[in-house]
């Protein structure tokens, strides 16, 4: 099986900043789009940014746009989430996995809890 295991989550104060990290196993890494997901508590799981293969072109959810940078590492098999400027509504289980018409390729990881207070 092909695994993520994110971290970096945390609790900080709204307008701080946190960086996630999310390694994969397999080589399939280096040839998928991949993305980070969220699910906030009652809500269901949301997309939030996707990187391209060679990290050529990002596409972020409009709540995030100026605050968040998705990069990735194809020699370490990790994909990294910068979050600035995070307000209250960024409360979530942050994951990651494949962003790709042909379905995720990677298990589901446990995921890292972001907290901001307000």
């Known amino acids: 099986q092909v695994q993520v295991a994110e971290s970096g989550g945390g609790l900080v104060q709204a307008g701080g900043s946190l960086r996630l990290s999310c390694a994969a196993s397999?080589?399939?890494?280096?040839?998928?789009?991949m993305g980070w997901y969220r699910q906030a508590p009652g809500k269901q799981r949301e997309w939030v940014a996707t990187?391209?293969?060679?990290?050529?072109?990002?596409i972020y959810v409009d709540s995030v746009k100026g605050r968040f940078t998705i990069s990735r590492d194809n020699a370490k098999n990790t994909v990294y989430l910068q979050m600035n400027n995070l307000k209250p509504e960024d409360t979530a289980v942050y994951y990651c996995n494949s962003r790709t018409a042909g379905g995720y390729y990677f298990d589901w990881g446990q995921g890292t809890q972001v907290t901001v207070s307000s």
């Open positions: 397999g080589s399939i890494f280096s040839r998928v789009a």
């Open positions: 990187i391209t293969t060679s990290a050529g072109s990002t």
